[in-house]
């Protein structure tokens, strides 16, 4: 938490504005500081602020489970990890005077029109890269799920040539980028597939039916916005469309069987014993 629908949600309000915050579209930059040194993957710190300094937002986009703000020379890379989120807002109080920062704002990017971009991150995982490339680290990535050239034969040859159980194989950015553990449990639900199911004993028809499942609720939980399910990531509504994630013991939606919950890959698991039988 935050995937792919709460990214793309986030890209689009640093876009358009939105969420209590400001877009960031055609802006200049001033300089930035990385107040948690750990956040800054790339550059040291010393070098940030000077790397920023007179570059303009150009687009702002997502791959996979980052947001991607390209410059006029680098590319901002963002990765939000457990607990991250962004927003634009005045860098300057009624008095002109700097602005208070929030409690766990980790990094701040500051503009010519007085307004800074804040990445505040409780939990210290969330990481930031100026990259000259940003392709050395996106090519590791897997595809886009919504990518409609990923079309149902490829996902079927991806799943078969290998071995693994379903959920942590799309929980694998390198395999799919985006999916995390809400829109997994809810795509499986969907296509009536048990997590711990083999991906190579799926055929042609069952892997076309989970790659709709996956664009379906993807595409549903950015309708929505997002799912806000914690204390982090607030403004969407998907949670209240969840057909099995933290619903254990409630009814399926589809049969009424109640929901169980297993630990797969370290990750907690929900499905319907009946819809999603077991291999």
């Known amino acids: 938490m935050p995937e792919l629908p709460e990214v793309e949600t986030i890209a689009r309000f640093l876009r358009e504005g939105g969420r209590n915050s400001l877009p960031i579209s055609g802006k200049t930059l001033t300089g930035g500081r990385a107040l948690w040194p750990r ?37 901002l ?36 029109d007085h307004t800074r971009l804040a990445f505040n991150d409780p939990r210290k995982f969330g990481r930031v890269w100026l990259l000259s490339d940003p392709q050395t680290l996106l090519d590791q990535l897997g595809p886009e799920p919504l990518d ?21 194989l ?40 989970l790659l709709r499942a996956i664009r379906s609720v993807l595409e549903e939980g950015i309708r929505r916005n997002g799912a806000s399910i914690d204390w982090v990531y607030r403004g969407g509504d998907f949670q209240n469309a969840f057909r099995v994630y933290q619903r254990t013991g409630q009814p399926c939606p589809v049969c009424g069987t109640p929901i169980e919950r297993i630990t797969v890959g370290q990750r907690g698991t929900h499905f319907c014993p009946v819809c999603q039988p077991k291999p």
Do not use: W
């Open 39 to 75: 956040t800054l993957e790339v550059p040291v710190p010393s070098r940030f602020a000077s790397r920023l300094k007179g570059q303009k937002v150009l687009s702002i986009g997502r791959r996979g489970k980052f947001i991607v703000i390209k410059l006029t020379t680098d590319t």
């Open 77 to 112: 890379l963002i990765h939000l990890r457990m607990s991250g989120d962004l927003r634009c807002g005045p860098a300057l109080d009624d008095s002109g005077n700097a602005a208070p920062l929030q409690p766990h704002d980790r990094l701040v990017i500051e503009f010519t």
């Open 148 to 168: 409609l050239a990923l079309t149902a034969g490829e996902f079927h040859h991806m799943l078969t040539s290998r071995r693994r159980q379903l959920k942590p």
């Open 170 to 209: 799309l929980l694998d950015q390198t395999f799919l980028a985006g999916l995390g553990n809400i829109y997994t449990d809810e795509s499986l639900h969907l296509a009536r597939l048990h997590p711990l199911t083999l991906s190579d004993s799926l055929d042609a028809a069952q892997a076309n039916d």
